[in-house]
């Protein structure tokens, strides 16, 4: 889903580095605290930074005939909030512009906003909700992950649309989506089931990790699933 | 709320819908004759397609034109999964083992037999 290298012109460039960069700041800050305050966080922090590192890299070709690949965002955003998924995702994309030739410099920015700030605030937006309707953890993990996935794409479409619209802004905002969202779809789906289940097992082997998770309270503490 | 044994058949449940996922999506990419290119390649297309004055990317990015020979792209994707994967992989092993511990206390293993 990422932008490519020189594919959006610079004056946008700028707009989404600056509005990436607050995110940056406090997602570093706050995960330097987290680590600091509570050692025993160290590894639950790189392990959604690990779903991250595996699901990304996961490409597969799609239903629209380009290819794309999960985000993974879900479980950092569900943890940690949306700040910490955003510091963690610019990594992930340092490393895949660096090293892969995936996403760009420049379009950094860009990427950050839509697969470490949108897609995951939309996820904990989702997160948030369902844990207050008092679904299971694991449903409300699939429905988070999945919508954080589908809506980085969505974000994606809408940078570049509001980009080139020379045709109109819809039009050109429907074709982007064509390309990116609707391939997307069935990947959504794999990536929901892939941390419903992960989040199935730290259910059941590791349930203090939710202790500190958001909206958990609103269901009543421990739950078995 | 289910059983406790219950959860291995709905583990292996949700990897065989995701196998089944998988295999789907790929056998329609195959009757469509996608290739696989990757959705980057696919935007740079539909940008063509909706902007009149696109004149391509205006920056190469630090490598320029040069790209990665496809085996070396492959490897380098298959690394970084796989250290996605080692994190994850660790981590479920401390938490099987933290388990074990409480339940049997730190050195109840048969195997450690120095006393």
Known sequence: ?225 | MLMKKNHKYLYSAGFAVIALLIVCTLALGAGNNSEFGGSDDAGGEVIDKVSDDFGGPWWNGIFGDYELPEETESMLFALQAAAGAMIIGFFIGYVYHGKRDRKFGKHSEPEEKEE
Not at chain 1, 40 to 67: D, I, N, R, Y
């Open chain 1, 1 to 225: 889903m990422h932008i490519m290298e020189g594919y959006l012109p610079w004056e946008w460039c700028l707009v989404w580095f600056l509005a990436a960069v607050p995110f940056l700041f406090f997602g570093a800050r706050k995960i330097i605290k987290i680590v600091r305050d509570n050692p025993e966080q160290k590894m639950t922090v790189a392990l959604s930074g690990a779903f991250m590192f595996l699901l990304s890299s996961l490409k597969l070709p799609s239903v629209t005939g380009s290819s794309s690949h999960p985000t993974g965002t879900g479980l950092s955003t569900v943890l940690y909030g949306i700040a910490c998924t955003s510091f963690l995702a610019a990594i992930v994309l340092i490393f895949q512009t660096l090293l892969l030739a995936h996403g760009g410099l420049t379009t950094l920015g860009a990427n950050i906003v839509s697969m470490g700030i949108f897609g995951p605030a939309c996820g904990f937006a989702v997160w948030h909700l369902l844990r207050s309707m008092r679904l299971s953890i694991p449903i409300s993990m699939f429905s988070a992950a999945m919508s954080a996935n589908i809506l980085t794409y969505v974000m994606t479409s809408l940078q570049l649309a509001l980009a080139y619209h020379d045709i109109g802004f819809l039009t050109a905002f429907s074709e982007f989506l064509a390309v990116f969202a609707l391939t997307q779809i069935p990947l959504a789906i794999i990536e929901g089931m892939i941390f419903a289940m992960f989040a199935m097992y730290l259910v059941n082997n590791k349930p203090e990790i939710f202790g500190g998770a958001a909206g958990i309270n609103a269901a009543g503490g421990r739950e078995k699933c």
